[in-house]
């Protein structure tokens, strides 16, 4: 077993000689603990990079399961889908709920009320007063309601917003209301005041925020995106906050890290945060949380939790 954290550290993992597990730890280091040909189940280091998360895997002939602390998969489901058949790969449901969530309300209320500006003002010994945008009696559409997004309105429940749209892959009905389908977007977008983006990478979500989609949202709307970079296109929200017509909040773009000089940085009315969604103290021991869970079941002879792809060979 390849653990980000040493053994000893996680609280509840199957003790070695009660299980038959062995557990090594690799955190992304240059050298690894042990010949990758032996590990059954590998866990891929956080925040690693791709080229760090897949550098093993060719060498994990006996590999079973691989495991992120992400909750989006696409840096390492494409080398896991080359693997023989049967393995499994697993995200990281209900370790970045709170943390995406809380991010989400901040961005939005940050970039509603103009703390920005005030940021800007104070640097500058300027007062800044007057009228701003509230959320309160606001729309706000979810694009990806899913675990983040079902915690997003959470969050949201107390601002006594109008009301809350909700999209995913596939319409569904929930005890709070129905989820649309991703082809109801033309319809929703153009009702909303501000669209929050929790939709994981995927064929059909790249590149999905698109001129065509930034056209129907009404002016003034606030687009946030605590999803993936690709997922908006950047020239086209370059165009539209560059009219003044909408407004961003981004904790993901597309290049990331956004290097030195791209628009994005000073574009106006455009908030950056540096992909921080699940960055916080909640996060190590929800992580810890999930691999004792994971490999407690790994070691009863169960299927692991939260499978989001089996490699077919």
């Given at each position: 077993?390849w653990?980000?954290y040493?053994?000893d550290?996680?609280?509840g993992l199957?003790?070695?000689?009660?299980?038959?597990?062995?557990y090594?730890?690799?955190?992304?280091a240059?050298?690894?603990?042990?010949?990758?040909?032996d590990?059954?189940f590998?866990v891929?280091p956080?925040?690693?990079?791709?080229d760090v998360?897949?550098r093993p895997l060719?060498?994990m002939?006996?590999v079973r399961?691989?495991?992120?602390l992400?909750?989006?998969?696409d840096?390492?489901?494409p080398g896991?889908?080359?693997?023989r058949?049967?393995?499994?790969?697993?995200n990281?449901?209900g370790?970045?709920?709170?943390?995406?969530?809380e991010?989400?309300?901040t961005?939005?209320l940050a970039s509603?009320r103009?703390i920005?500006?005030f940021?800007?003002?104070?640097?500058?010994?300027?007062?800044?007063?007057?009228?701003y945008p509230?959320?309160?009696?606001?729309?706000?559409l979810?694009?990806?309601?899913?675990?983040?997004g079902?915690a997003?309105?959470?969050?949201?429940?107390?601002?006594?917003?109008?009301?809350v749209?909700?999209v995913?892959r596939?319409a569904?009905?929930?005890e709070?209301g129905?989820?649309?389908?991703l082809?109801a977007?033309?319809?929703?977008?153009?009702?909303a005041?501000?669209?929050?983006?929790?939709?994981?990478?995927t064929e059909?979500?790249?590149?999905?925020?698109d001129?065509?989609?930034?056209?129907?949202?009404k002016?003034g709307a606030?687009?946030?995106?605590?999803?993936?970079?690709?997922v908006v296109d950047?020239d086209?929200?370059l165009?539209e906050?560059g009219?003044g017509?909408l407004?961003?909040a981004l904790d993901v773009?597309?290049?990331?890290?956004?290097?030195?000089?791209?628009?994005l940085?000073h574009?106006?009315?455009?908030?950056v945060?540096?992909?921080?969604g699940g960055?916080?103290s909640?996060?190590?021991?929800?992580a810890?949380?999930?691999?004792?869970?994971?490999?407690t079941?790994?070691?009863?002879?169960?299927q692991?939790?939260?499978i989001v792809?089996?490699a077919?060979g």
């Amino acid at each position: 077993m390849w653990l980000p954290y040493p053994a000893d550290q996680i609280p509840g993992l199957p003790g070695e000689k009660e299980s038959g597990l062995t557990y090594r730890c690799w955190d992304g280091a240059e050298t690894f603990p042990a010949d990758p040909a032996d590990c059954v189940f590998y866990v891929v280091p956080y925040l690693s990079g791709t080229d760090v998360a897949l550098r093993p895997l060719p060498a994990m002939e006996a590999v079973r399961v691989v495991q992120t602390l992400s909750a989006g998969t696409d840096n390492v489901a494409p080398g896991v889908a080359k693997l023989r058949e049967g393995v499994v790969l697993c995200n990281a449901r209900g370790v970045h709920e709170a943390s995406t969530a809380e991010l989400a309300l901040t961005l939005t209320l940050a970039s509603l009320r103009g703390i920005p500006r005030f940021v800007e003002g104070q640097r500058v010994e300027e007062w800044r007063s007057g009228f701003y945008p509230a959320l309160a009696d606001r729309t706000v559409l979810i694009v990806g309601y899913g675990s983040i997004g079902a915690a997003i309105e959470d969050r949201l429940t107390p601002f006594e917003c109008a009301r809350v749209l909700r999209v995913a892959r596939s319409a569904r009905a929930t005890e709070r209301g129905d989820v649309h389908p991703l082809t109801a977007l033309p319809t929703l977008l153009p009702e909303a005041d501000v669209v929050i983006l929790s939709t994981p990478l995927t064929e059909q979500t790249r590149g999905l925020v698109d001129a065509e989609f930034l056209a129907r949202l009404k002016d003034g709307a606030l687009l946030v995106n605590v999803a993936r970079g690709p997922v908006v296109d950047t020239d086209a929200l370059l165009v539209e906050v560059g009219t003044g017509r909408l407004r961003a909040a981004l904790d993901v773009t597309d290049p990331e890290p956004l290097p030195e000089g791209h628009p994005l940085w000073h574009a106006p009315g455009v908030l950056v945060s540096p992909h921080v969604g699940g960055s916080t103290s909640a996060f190590e021991p929800r992580a810890k949380r999930l691999l004792a869970r994971q490999l407690t079941r790994f070691a009863a002879g169960e299927q692991p939790d939260n499978i989001v792809l089996t490699a077919r060979g």
